[in-house]
């Protein structure tokens, strides 16, 4: 499966657009959190807190669902799924 980044968040996974990552089928989505922040620990701390949660204003989708809608940390990842990282913009 393929993690997706924009590009805010690239400089924290050496420039990468696209992470690939290997799951078993039905693995959780904190596990290829997890697997992330193994190589990018940088790119970690901005996706999640000091607890682990994702912070508040990064949104996860996985293929078509926003994560929360489909369990948060613990939806559904399989073989050929996209993950889509999203930080918010804010500003004027």
């Known amino acids: 499966m393929t993690v997706h980044l ?4 690239r400089a924290d996974a050496d420039g ?3 992470v ?3 799951v078993d089928d039905g693995t959780a ?12 620990p940088g790119l970690d701390r ?3 807190d000091e607890r682990g949660q994702l912070r ?5 989708f996985v ?5 929360r809608s489909v369990g948060g940390l613990d939806a559904a990842v399989h073989e050929g799924s996209d993950v889509r990282l999203l930080p918010s913009v804010a500003g004027g």
């Open 16 to 18: 990468a657009a696209r």
């Open 56 to 60: 508040r204003y990064v949104n996860v």
């Open 29 to 40: 989505l904190r596990g290829v959190l997890d697997e992330l922040a193994a190589r990018h």
């Open 46 to 48: 901005r996706i999640r």
């Open 20 to 22: 690939p990552v290997e």
């Open 6 to 9: 924009t590009s805010v968040l």
């Open 63 to 67: 293929d078509q669902d926003e994560c």
